[in-house]
């Protein structure tokens, strides 16, 4: 993740007043890092990782970086079978940056877990700028297209505002008012 993305993640979380943030991907704590700089200082992470390695390094990050046991809520499993059983509207933002295959169906995981002004993020939405390039793609870029689509469909007659904003390799945010 660059330092930009990071920033805007800190910043986004900041602009939601997040106290629940579920992530989806833990990796080694990048992201939750700055996700947690920017939450209310009672804010909990919610973070889901199929890898409990990846888990066990973030969950010493956040330690390294002086944030407390009960900050964050490590649960290893994979996303789609660990979201159904998230609270419905008991978040306030939620950051997608798993299995970019699954991304669609994240989508609609995520809008049942957002609280009213709450916000979905998509990491990594240009693909390396292959989400607009002509010509055939593999199957990642066509799932990105799809949740485009997606996006753009449930934001025409709704009360959902997007925005793909241009910061390491493309955050795509859903702001559902």
Do not use: W
Not at 84 to 99: E, K
């Amino acid at each position: 993740m660059s330092p930009g993305t990071g920033a805007a993640l800190r910043l986004l979380a900041a602009s939601v007043d997040a106290k629940a943030v579920a992530e989806i991907g833990t990796g080694c704590g990048v992201s939750g890092l700055h996700l947690l700089r920017g939450m209310r200082p009672d804010g909990v992470l919610t973070t889901v990782d199929p890898e409990p390695e990846h888990q066990q390094f973030a969950r010493q990050a956040f330690r390294a970086c002086g944030f407390a046991s009960n900050r964050a809520r490590f649960i290893p499993g994979h996303a789609l079978d660990v979201l159904p059983r998230l609270a419905d509207a008991g978040y306030d933002l939620v950051f997608c940056d798993g299995d970019r295959l699954e991304y669609p169906a994240y989508f609609a995981e995520s809008l049942r877990l957002l609280r009213p002004g709450g916000l979905v993020v998509f990491e990594g939405v240009f693909a390396g700028g292959r989400t607009v390039d002509s010509g055939p793609q593999p199957t990642e870029v066509l799932r990105l297209r799809e949740l485009l689509r997606a996006v753009r469909e449930s934001t025409e007659d709704s009360e959902m505002v997007a925005s793909l904003l241009p910061v390491g390799d493309g955050l795509l945010c859903v702001a559902n008012r």
